[in-house]
């Protein structure tokens, strides 16, 4: 498969997987406005507001798994704080959802519930994923298909380049690595590591 095809896939891809995850999470929203108007009749105040905790959270959550995507796609770790705003979104959106199937005892309701939710979940965690590897694999594709490339760059050209792009007060991370080089995910961490034992 040719590096095109294999963007084209990896487009595909995370198109399938964010339309995925925003119709479950327009699933979730009746049964969390349900479970906010706790009964408030039709067009009441109350009613009306209950339509808006759904959306609230996630767009929060979209928020959050966009940006995942990008940061993790130039390698920047995010904090702690992020990782818990996303588990506590995707959290109150699985309770709210299921409520009232728990409250009512069936089995078969709490299935239907949970589904739409945990789909979000596990599509959440998968994406950022999957767009590495498809960006690695078009990266393998492209080399394949253009045998005629220059020779492997060795571990110690790649640290000479970033040896002579290291400035006072920079911050040697595998993301400034592969900036500065080009080099790869996996050997960013190895250089870094190396940067920082000569300093």
């Known amino acids: 498969m040719s590096g095109e095809s294999v963007e084209t896939v990896a487009a595909q891809v995370d198109r399938l997987c964010w339309t995925g995850i925003l119709l479950g999470l327009a699933f979730t929203m009746t049964n969390v406005q349900g479970f906010a108007a706790a009964g408030s009749p039709p067009w009441s105040l109350p009613w009306l507001a209950a339509w808006l905790l759904d959306p609230m959270v996630s ?15 130039h390698g920047v770790r995010t904090g702690g704080w992020v990782r818990a705003a996303k588990w506590f979104t995707l959290a109150a959106t699985y309770v709210m959802n299921t409520w009232a ?66 400035r006072k007060g920079v911050a040697v991370t595998p993301a400034w690595v592969r900036e500065v ?7 960013s961490s190895k250089l870094a590591a190396a940067l920082k034992a000569e300093s």
């Open 181 to 187: 080089t080009g080099c790869s995910r996996g050997l």
């Open 101 to 166: 199937a728990y409250a009512a005892g069936s089995a078969a309701s709490v299935v239907l519930h949970s589904v739409p939710p945990l789909v979000v979940f596990v599509a959440a965690e998968a994406v950022t994923d999957l767009r590495d590897k498809l960006t690695e694999a078009v990266s393998r594709a492209t080399a394949v298909a253009q045998p005629e490339a220059p020779r492997r760059t060795s571990f110690a050209e790649y640290l000479a380049v970033a040896k002579s792009a290291r």
């Open 59 to 73: 767009l929060v959550l979209l928020a959050i798994l966009r940006a995942e995507q990008v940061t993790a796609r």
